[in-house]
């Protein structure tokens, strides 16, 4: 058992009759890291943050939270959950229904009469304590769930879509609230469709496929790692392209038009500094790191989505 984990898992499966939603599931999170977890529609995200959550059990291999075996009680107490698909009391108030769940908790009073308020003003609901769940939008409910999951301060929290039905200025609050957690040491497990989202939010990702896990890497290496840069150039020799490939790689020609990726961002002064050496005229040079959605479709394959939109924008489990 490694302390420095909050989350470890090795060789978890569950099966459903002849479907295998989650297999060989193999995680390694740091305490006080947002990780992100990406995949496909059915990929299995949601069996496996059930299976970590100890709501359901695994038809196979083993896992810990917080260095106790999965749904351990004790362990439980000390985790946060926010489900995508969510049913609330809608008879209750915004502080009732925070009330009722830090009851559950068995919270003393003195602690609640200044953890609720403290937590609907973070979740900018303070003016809507008194009103019904029923009368709330979307992204309101959104915000009451959120703030439901962070009442017992806990060291884990497991969020699945927490920016669904979210406007952007709810999504930068959520951002924000999930940056400021990890800051004073809370480690969050992300499930989001929004790539977007993911890539300014979390310090490492894992993409799963068909249930397995198929790549896991910080989000520096994936999205800092391969530059594509694109060049509006004329009086491009045959031998000028050709020393290109020193640098270059998927080198593409299309009149003034040239495109090429680069393995670092440091070899972009001496491609530009050859090319004029050459006696080639540079009119632009536009750099760009690869994107997240591009490394989605690269790495889970493109075939899995018919929709490009449904990348960006909606990624259900």
Not at 184 to 195: A, Q, V
Request: proline share 4%; aromatic share 6%; glycine share 8%.
């Amino acid at each position: 058992m490694d302390p420095s984990l909050a989350i470890e898992t090795s060789g978890l499966s569950k099966h459903f009759s002849d479907n295998i939603a989650v297999v060989d599931l193999s995680l390694r999170v740091e305490r006080g890291e947002i990780f992100g977890f990406l995949g496909p529609n059915g990929a299995g995200k949601t069996t496996a943050m059930k299976m970590l959550l100890g709501l359901i059990s695994p038809t196979a291999g083993e896992g810990r939270v917080l260095g106790a075996p999965l749904g351990d009680l004790e362990a439980r107490r000390r985790i946060g959950f926010l489900p995508e698909h969510f049913r609330f009391h809608e008879w209750l108030t915004a502080e009732e229904f925070l009330t009722l769940h830090a009851n559950l908790y068995h919270m003393e009073q003195e602690y609640l009469s200044q953890r609720i308020p403290e937590l609907l003003e973070l979740v900018g609901l303070t003016a809507h304590a008194h009103r019904k769940l029923r009368t709330f939008s979307k992204g309101m409910l959104q915000r009451i769930g959120f703030a439901q999951a962070l009442l017992n301060d806990p060291e884990v929290v497991f969020l699945d879509e927490p920016t669904s039905g979210l406007d952007p200025m709810g999504r930068r609050l959520v951002r924000d609230i999930t940056r400021d957690l990890r800051a004073k040491g809370t480690t969050i497990f992300l499930n989001s469709h929004f790539l977007s989202e993911v890539e300014v939010t979390c310090d490492r990702v894992a993409f799963i496929k068909e249930g397995a896990i198929v790549h896991t890497a910080t989000l520096d290496s994936l999205t800092n790692g391969e530059l594509h840069v694109a060049v509006r150039a004329r009086n491009l020799t045959p031998e000028a392209r050709q020393g290109l490939t020193h640098w270059c790689r998927n080198l593409q020609v299309e009149g003034d038009q040239l495109t090429f990726q680069l393995d670092s961002e440091d070899q972009l002064p001496l491609v530009n500094r050859y090319l004029a050496e050459q006696g080639v005229d540079l009119y632009t040079v536009q750099p760009k790191f690869i994107a997240l959605e591009d490394l989605f479709l690269k790495i889970i394959g493109e075939g899995e989505s018919s929709d490009p939109r449904e990348v960006s924008g909606n990624l259900e489990t």
